[in-house]
């Protein structure tokens, strides 16, 4: 076990830090007793997922590669992979893995480990960029005024193996959201909203839309065309 200084985040993850904690606040909007941050890396987001953890409770970072400098000494920073938990079984309410996922070799194995270590309650967070084909929808500016909710599912079925792989580890309920990462954007609905698909949008809606509202709406579902973009898909499992 290592601690190590919090050092300032990365350019590289700063135009998606709302959509995570975004996505964080939505999963634990109460605090946890015990949250772990798996391939945490050099811990820049282990302090987001901090904020959700009660006083008193227990924040775990995970890695297999930790640095070794000495540091925070709040978290408890422990090297070990992802697809052997050193973790008794229902001991952890949260889990989130942000970057990660993708690399590891067998995630079928990681997702299971992740399900052996929650409690009943416990959810986890899957959060990774990808460069994808995608359809973005330019919405007329009502469709942002109108939906107010939540981050809506992501179209197309972005994110559908991902929900698939949750489900099929144990998780008894499986979302994911999708957000444009190109241009960053502040706001997770106006990242989110291009890529979500009518026929998702139009029942909780269409009836606060006038006949030419919906109809510009159905031309925008209709005209789009696929184009790469960098997307955010994080998806989340509870069990
Ligand atoms: C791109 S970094 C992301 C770090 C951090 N989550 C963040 O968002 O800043 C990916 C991390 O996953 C870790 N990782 C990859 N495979 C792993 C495994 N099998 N077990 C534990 N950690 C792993 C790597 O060591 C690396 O620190």
Redesign the pocket.
Known sequence: MAGFIQAPL?EL?APYAPLLQTALHLVSPTAVHTAL??????G??TAWLAQHVHPGGQVLG????IPQSAGDAHYAWIA????ALPLARATLDLVW????YT???RPTA?LAEVRRTLRPQGSMIIASAYQLWVRPREWPPVVFEAWRAVPPPAGDGLGAALETALRNAGFGAATCSAYLLDPPMDDPLRAALPLAAWDDLAPQIATHLTPQERAACQAAEEAVEPEPRSVLLVAVGHC
Do not use: N, Q, W
Request: proline fraction near 4%; charged fraction near 25%.
């Open positions: 990365s993850h941050d798996l391939g945490c890396g050099p820049l987001k995970i890695d297999r590669s070990a992979d992802a697809h893995c942000v970057a990660a690399f590891f070799e990681v």
